[in-house]
């Protein structure tokens, strides 16, 4: 064989075995969240990455970054937009810096009873809805995941509303949840999760609101004496993409996450209640954070304080989506 001949097989041989290598590289999804392992988002991405990694064969790899180890608030969203992260969490409480103050909604204080009631308003016409209004920022939204009802916790016992006067508490970035403090006659004080239990540590703030697998996953039992289980909000996740990578993804990969996302939900929504109400149990058994039960009469008080917080935000959710939202759940205000 002539040398000239011998080169051209042998840089094409190579072309060959580059290209087939290229073909092998997994499609790598990065899926940053702010939660800890050991809680019902956290759970539910790491099921969503074995479910996905199994049924494309490989095909994708999905990386999970927990505890705010890749982004934290205020940077995530922005992450997502330039495509340096695929997907992520966020509580919907988080989307009004990014101009889609509608999913605030969901913070107005006593709207929902219960997860069914809940799930009317995420399965429904105002889920899909928000979730149309995110493409126009170049985010798809694949799904909602739920976490469970938020209580306050102090150093100081919250038994009724007018115990909270004074006290500085660390919020989500909503609006909502900003009025629902100033209606407590508190100070409210926007924080990346990531940064709470040191601010409850040092003082910087006196209290907060989270569902119990997020107080305990995030050890806030070492920092607040008292956890009243006011149960007057929820929180709830947007699982959401880059919209770009997601329309670019091979169609038959993009079915294969979607079939993931929907067995992931499911077993998200099927694990909420149950995660909350062990970390419930857990706290309890620290003895290091007393747990305080409402009487009706006393549960009447937060809400006749929190609820008018609905009408005073009116305008920036829209009067349609809250009477939508109460249409679907009934709630009277
Ligand atoms: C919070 O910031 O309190 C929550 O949104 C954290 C989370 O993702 O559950």
């Known amino acids: 064989m002539k040398p000239r001949l011998i080169i051209a097989l042998v840089a094409a041989a190579s072309l060959a075995l580059a290209g087939a290598a290229i073909a092998q590289q997994p499609i790598v999804i990065k ?22 990694e199994e049924r494309t064969k490989g095909q994708v790899k999905i990386e999970v970054y927990p505890n705010s180890t890749l982004y934290k608030d205020g ?22 810096p990014l101009g889609v103050r509608e999913f605030e909604v969901f913070d107005l ?42 209580d306050f916790s102090a150093n100081k016992a919250l038994k009724l509303p007018a115990d909270a006067k004074g006290l500085k508490f660390r919020i989500q970035s909503s609006k909502v949840l900003d009025s629902q403090i100033r209606a407590l006659g508190g100070i409210p004080q926007i924080m990346a999760f990531s940064e709470v239990y040191q601010a409850l540590q040092t003082g ?16 806030m039992n070492e920092v607040q004496k008292y956890l009243t289980l006011t149960d007057h909000g929820v929180i709830e996740y947007a699982v959401i993409t880059n919209k770009k990578f997601w329309d670019g993804l091979p169609a038959d990969v993009r079915t294969t996450l979607e079939g993931a996302m929907k067995d992931a939900t499911k077993y998200a929504n099927d694990i909420a209640k149950e995660e909350n109400d062990k970390a419930l149990a857990a706290v309890k058994a620290t003895g290091k954070t007393e747990i305080l039960t409402l009487a009706p009469d006393a549960k009447a008080a937060w809400k006749k304080t929190l609820v008018p917080v609905h009408k005073e935000q009116e305008s920036r959710i829209s009067k349609e989506i809250i009477q939508e939202v109460y249409k679907a759940t009934g709630f009277k205000p």
């Open 204 to 219: 910087v703030v006196d209290g907060t609101e989270n569902p119990p697998s997020n107080f305990y996953t995030q050890k």
């Open 75 to 96: 940077e995530e969203m922005e992450a997502l937009q330039l495509g340096s992260v695929q997907m992520l969490a966020p509580s919907v409480a988080k989307f009004g």
């Open 31 to 52: 899926f940053s969240h702010v939660v800890a392992l050991d809680t019902p988002k956290g759970k539910a991405a790491e099921y969503f990455k074995k479910l996905a």
């Open 109 to 150: 204080p006593y709207i929902f009873e219960d997860f069914a009631q809940l799930h009317k308003v995420t399965e429904g016409a105002v889920g899909k809805m928000l979730f149309d209004k995110l493409q126009s920022k170049g985010i798809t939204g694949l799904a909602y995941w739920d976490n469970g009802f938020k």
